[in-house]
């Protein structure tokens, strides 16, 4: 069966310090991954996603994640945190040539300033 | 010029109601989505359709009514409201020949009371 997890519900880091949030996922096949951010009161934002190529790959706002096949993780980075970073991040993960794109549970980020 | 809108953004009704909620894309997108994001933040598909035809169709009640009129188009109905149905109705739309993200609506808050 197809599952992601975050394996956190909540990221603290102070502005300025890079930071990290981490996704595992479950697939049977090759994986399409992606992140998404959701602000307060809002929908979901599409940041970046891997479909195949090279393992580190960048996106929106200055975040990139990297792909390991071996640790089945794509984990969630960005060198240096704004206070405006703070929201809701999800992982989430689609079977190649599958229609159905599945969700973590998300992880709440916290820039403190 | 948004290019998934949802209407109503807010729904209170009372239990026992029917209700619709309305979603349009803009974006040229074959394949659209129903979320339903919960109080703990977690999103779980509901269905999905791609051109027109119904290709995701999860274990939701038979009170939930998917109809997608034309591919720009998909409206959620909904029977017999009951006090779990409350939660936040996301919208979505992609392109589903490509391997990319998803684009969300702004989202739905139903309140059953």
């Known amino acids: 069966a197809q599952s992601v997890a975050q394996p956190e519900d909540q990221v603290n880091v102070a502005e300025g310090n890079p930071l990290t949030v981490k996704c595992t996922y479950s697939v049977s096949g090759n994986p399409y991954l992606f992140w998404y951010v959701q602000y307060p009161n809002r929908g979901l934002q599409f940041l970046l996603k891997y479909i195949t190529g090279d393992n580190l790959v960048k996106g929106s706002y200055g975040f990139e994640a990297e792909f390991n096949k071996s640790q089945t993780s794509f984990h969630l980075k960005k060198p240096s945190a704004l206070v405006s970073d703070s929201a809701l991040y999800f992982c989430?993960?689609?079977?190649?040539?599958?229609?159905?794109?599945?969700f973590g549970a998300g992880t709440r980020l916290f820039v403190k300033a | 010029d948004t290019a998934v809108s949802q209407t109503p953004k807010y729904l209170v009704t009372q239990m026992g109601n029917d209700k619709s909620i309305k979603c349009e894309q803009n974006?040229?997108?074959?394949?659209m989505y129903w979320y339903k994001q919960d109080s703990k933040k977690f999103l779980k598909i509901m269905f999905s359709?791609?051109?027109?035809?119904?290709?995701i169709n999860e274990t939701v009640p038979n009170r939930f009514s998917p109809k997608s009129p034309d591919k720009a188009h998909l409206n959620l109905h909904i029977n017999s409201l009951e006090l779990g149905d409350s939660a936040v109705y996301f919208c979505?739309?992609?392109?589903?020949?490509?391997?990319?993200?998803?684009?969300f609506g702004s989202g739905t808050r139903l309140t059953v009371v």
């Open positions: 979505a739309s992609s392109q589903d020949t490509l391997p990319t993200g998803y684009t």
């Open positions: 359709y791609n051109n027109k035809e119904l290709i």
């Open positions: 989430a993960v689609r079977v190649t040539g599958g229609f159905k794109t599945i």
């Open positions: 974006l040229g997108h074959d394949t």
